[in-house]
């Protein structure tokens, strides 16, 4: 069965400026999003999972910034060749994002509910009394109780997890057909965490949404998502089911990623076990060598690693890897 | 363990110190500043050796225009104003830099505790802080300056004091901003006592504002000294560049140079320090930095 | 001599007068710690975990006094620290030292990495200073890092080199106890498990005390000995890391050890979703401060400040239901 994906990138480059020369902090980055999906993409800080969604969303900071190479299909459509007041009409309303920080992500002046209607009344040629009847739809629906009551309260009255619901409720209104997620809970507690997720999951579903949930927990990745993109120094790593990824993965940057994380046991034993680790830090993305980015940190790197960059090999259905020693036994 | 760790050579900034120079050198404007600020200190310093004399000596005729025989002219008493300028250059800067100085101390001192103490101490100081605040500076100054005699002494005292309270306010937001942060708590928790938390570490974190303050102080300060000169409230024994202007303003139609020249001199200084002042500003700005 | 307990906390309560909302209110109170008793014998960890707001911070920092706690004690090595004078307390701060959550405010960015592993040395006078640059460079060693590093500034290390520092550092006085106050959360997920490993380790080699501060339970399950589930100011569950997740019993713990996000799906606990958000520590429920969000609430629960019992070996609870 194949289906045509919603949203698709195409060796997508984005290089920063720098007083020491430009620096890749994307690099031929290919990926695409199938109606109705929910995509994961991990990876350390900086490696370039933010800066892919800002570059969905057309944000990325110009200058230093820039685009300097590829495409990126929004129903076939590019959105790079638009307009900045074309893309405007996309943002919020075709694609939609919310961001880690529920705190600083609302503007503390204006109620919840003029935030939200706002949104609405841009995309969508609703009057006042329209917006606002939607506004308070919006908020039951993301769980927000007594909604007509919320609207008048700023931000600073409710609780981080209340905020998140918000930004959800403001990134929803107008029914985005990609909705990017950036570490939605990272700054939220587990039981909160744990309502988001059943609230973006019910919300997906029915709103049949896709969506790209980015994070650098590859737990969260495990009971979100359908599929999962991971990156390492600008570039894709591996790709595949999220099944695949964790019991399956080829790559030893991801392998090492899923072992270092302590996993909650039931039975823990009395005796504490020391935990993998991934040797060395994040590579600077200015001193990248010719070959793969993880070769320094990786243990099973031979000569070849260090000289040339690995091809993307298919390895299972929907799965592929990046990486010289895929296939060779451990 | 690993030692792969790399450090980038990239990100290797050389100490502190050496990196704010660099950057203030890279800023024009801050470099013109320094340039005219270093010309009052050399002429200042220098001035009076090379070109010697009694500033209120009468040496020509009264209102020379400027020309060969006096290069800025004289004054309607026949004094030589290129003389008064370099005498008032000393002057003028003695009372910039101790007017100044004694604002840093008593605003520090004051916003240090109020900042590091909070509770009742920065309730109260804070109090006496804006009663100073609410008092037109200008006026005040005038007032402590004709109850006692006019004395260089007094007149640097009455700058401090009407002009502490900035200081005190700046320093103690940064106070109450720093303390909060781990590494006060890491030193609370390895045992040093308060004494040492406030002056080794979180007042050298507190600086770079606090600088910018204290270069634009020196220029607020040197005007305020050339308005009280020039009406008249200055130290008459003080040849500073206020008190040629003061002592002139009744012949301005009459002789322009007795005016402009000294009103120049003030321009160029405060000028000098303005932009010394933003250029530390930026420099000292982390935000600034990279990029 | 040896001790039963490294450290011993009995009844610690530690509350905030915060500011009036009008000039004629009530001043109000954060129960911020209200009556926090645990004991670690020495060598283990012993972990508090909880929400943010429930008080596992201010608790670590009262048990150090980095904030003075309004009533209970804290023992370390048998002397009752709560009782020290300013002077004393100084000088035993030796014994114990923290380490901060973020690797990037807890150094003052102004001085080298040496000179901020020195700073305890040099505070507590301990060695000449020629002893002190050597022990530095030792520690530097120990952390995993180089000892050339020592004269570079914070701003010039990553996250995980600067939480190495910070290691340095607690460890460089010699203590006995160590207090982690979220020393991975801020950390990315494979530097994580370095630090994980290097406090380990030189637990093993020290025979360290530690009291590991974290919101997450995976990782307080792997490094921590005996745990203790924190709601707003009290202990609701305590046991030994076993005990905890094979038996777990007060609801609250396993409404947080069902959000816990997991890639092994064999090991999930049947989904029980807390309703609403943790109500405020100025102004807790009345009983059992958990009855309000609790799935098993029953009228006792909103009267009754449940008593933290013993219901299995090793394993206290304070729920009226169980």
Same mark, same amino acid.
């Given at each position: 069965?194949?289906? #045509? ?78 307009? #900045? ?70 931000? @600073? ?25 950036? #570490? ?114 990786? @243990? ?31 | ?126 109090? &006496?802080?804006?009663?100073?605040? &609410? ?33 005190? /306010? ?45 270069? =634009? ?31 002139? /303003? ?20 405060? =000028? ?16 600034? /930095?990279?990029? | ?30 129960? +911020? ?5 645990? !004991?670690?014998?020495? $060598? ?8 943010? $707001? ?76 020629? !002893? ?39 460890? +460089? ?31 093993? !080699? ?26 707003? $100011? ?62 098993? +609430? !029953? ?24």
């Amino acid at each position: 069965m194949k289906q #045509e994906p919603l949203l698709q990138v195409n060796g997508l480059c984005v290089e920063f400026s720098t007083k020491n020369g430009s620096v890749r902090v994307l690099n031929q980055l290919d990926l695409h999003l199938l109606p109705g999906e929910a995509l994961g993409i991990v990876g350390e800080s900086g490696c370039g999972k933010s800066m892919t969604a800002l570059s969905i969303m057309r944000l990325v900071p110009t200058p230093p910034g820039e685009i300097s190479n590829g495409q990126i299909l929004l129903n076939g459509d590019d959105v790079l060749q638009l307009t #900045e007041s074309q893309m405007e009409d996309i943002r919020g309303n075709e694609i939609s994002m919310i961001f880690q920080e529920p705190m600083t992500s609302l503007n503390p002046v204006f109620t919840i509910g003029s935030q939200v209607s706002e949104n609405i009344r841009r995309h969508q040629s609703a009057n006042t009394s329209q917006a606002k009847e939607k506004t308070i739809q919006m908020l039951e629906a993301v769980g927000i109780p007594a909604p007509e009551l919320r609207i008048d309260q700023y931000p @600073h009255e409710l609780s981080g997890g209340m905020r998140q619901r918000v930004m959800i409720a403001m990134a929803l209104s107008c029914q985005p057909s990609v909705l990017i997620a950036d #570490e939605p809970t990272t700054a939220l507690d587990v039981t909160i965490q744990a309502q988001i997720f059943e609230l973006l999951r019910k919300i997906q579903e029915e709103m049949a949404t896709s969506v790209i949930l980015i994070t650098h927990d590859m737990s969260v990745i495990a009971e979100f998502a359908d599929r999962v993109i991971v990156m390492y120094a600008g570039r894709k790593v591996e790709e595949g089911l999220v099944r695949d990824i964790i019991d399956n993965s080829c790559h030893p940057y991801t392998q090492g990623l899923i072992n270092c994380v302590p996993v909650l046991k039931r039975d823990p034993g009395l005796k504490r076990v020391e935990l993998n680790e991934i040797p060395g830090v994040v590579p600077n993305l200015a001193q990248l060598g010719p070959g793969c980015s993880f070769a320094p940190r990786c @243990h099973k790197v031979v000569d070849r690693c260090y000289q040339e960059m690995p091809p993307e090999q298919q390895v299972g259905e929907n799965h592929y890897a990046s990486c010289w020693r895929v296939g060779d036994a451990a | 363990m690993n030692n792969r760790q790399e450090l980038n050579p990239m990100v290797r900034p050389d100490r502190p110190v050496v990196e704010l120079w660099l950057m203030f050198f890279a800023n024009k404007a801050a470099v013109l500043g320094l340039v005219l600020w270093l010309l009052v200190v050399f002429t200042a310093v220098f001035g009076l050796t090379i070109y010697t004399g009694d500033p209120f000596e009468m040496v020509g005729a009264p209102m020379t225009p400027p020309g060969a025989e006096f290069l800025l002219g004289t004054d309607y008493l026949g004094r030589d104003v290129l003389t008064g300028i370099i005498h008032g250059a000393s002057i003028t800067l003695a009372i910039g830099f101790s007017a100044t100085i004694c604002t840093v101390i008593i605003g520090v001192v004051i916003g240090v505790l109020a900042g590091y103490y909070g509770r009742w101490v920065d309730n109260l100081l804070m109090r &006496v802080t804006e009663f100073f605040q &609410v008092l037109p500076p200008m006026l005040f100054v005038m007032v402590l300056i004709s109850l006692f005699t006019p004395s260089i002494y007094l007149i640097v005292l009455a700058i401090a004091v009407v002009s502490w309270t900035g200081m005190a /306010r700046l320093t103690r937001a940064e106070f109450l901003k720093i303390k909060e942060l781990e590494y006060v708590t890491a030193e609370r928790a390895m045992g040093a006592r308060n004494a040492s938390i406030m002056a080794k570490v979180i007042l050298p974190n507190a600086l770079p504002p606090l600088i910018v303050a204290v270069a =634009l102080n020196v220029g607020t300060a040197i005007l305020f000294e050339a308005a009280l000169s020039f009406l008249g409230l200055g130290d008459p024994n003080a040849y500073s560049w206020g008190y040629m202007i003061g002592s002139s /303003r009744e012949y301005i139609w009459d002789s322009w140079w007795t005016i402009t020249f000294p009103g120049f001199a003030i321009f160029l200084t405060v =000028l000098g320090v303005s932009l010394i002042g933003d250029g530390l500003n930026d420099a000292l700005n982390p935000k600034l /930095r990279e990029l | 001599m040896k001790y039963e307990y490294s450290v011993k906390v009995d009844d610690l309560r530690t509350h905030f007068k915060v500011h009036r909302p009008h000039l004629f209110a009530e001043q109000p109170t954060v129960y +911020a710690v209200d009556g926090v008793s645990f !004991e670690i014998e020495p $060598g283990k960890t012993f972990g508090l975990v909880g929400e943010s $707001g429930c008080g596992k911070s201010t608790t670590a920092l009262s048990v150090l006094r980095l904030v003075e706690p309004t009533s209970g004690s804290v023992e370390l090595n048998g002397v009752d620290i709560c009782q020290l004078s300013e002077n004393d307390l100084r000088n035993y701060r030796r014994h114990m030292q923290i380490i901060f959550q973020d690797p990037y405010s807890s150094m003052n960015p102004r001085t080298t990495a040496g000179e901020i592993i020195r700073t305890p040395l040099r505070i507590l006078k301990i060695g000449t200073p020629k !002893e002190q640059h050597e022990r530095v460079e030792e520690l530097l060693g120990l952390v995993g890092l180089r000892p050339e590093q020592k004269n570079l500034y914070p701003h010039q290390f990553s996250g995980g080199q600067r939480q190495r520092i910070c290691v340095a550092r607690a460890l +460089a006085p010699n203590p006995d106890f160590i207090v982690c106050d979220e020393p991975v959360s801020a950390l990315d997920v494979a530097i994580q498990s370095q630090i994980l490993n290097l406090l380990a380790r030189l637990q093993q !080699e020290f025979g360290l005390t530690y009291l590991f501060i974290s919101h997450d339970m995976a990782v307080v399950q792997h490094i921590c000995d005996e745990i203790a589930v924190m709601y707003l $100011g009290r202990i609701v569950e305590k046991a030994d890391r076993r005990s905890l997740f094979l038996d777990v019993q007060h609801p609250y713990t396993k409404a947080l050890l069902a959000a816990v996000p997991t890639t092994d799906n064999n090991s999930k606990l049947s989904f029980v979703s807390l309703k609403g958000d943790v109500p405020s520590p100025m102004d807790p429920p009345s009983g059992c401060h958990f009855h309000t969000r609790c799935p098993m +609430a !029953e009228t006792r629960c909103s009267k009754e400040i449940p008593k933290l019992r013993q219901v299995l070996p090793n394993h206290w609870v304070a729920c009226h239901l169980v």
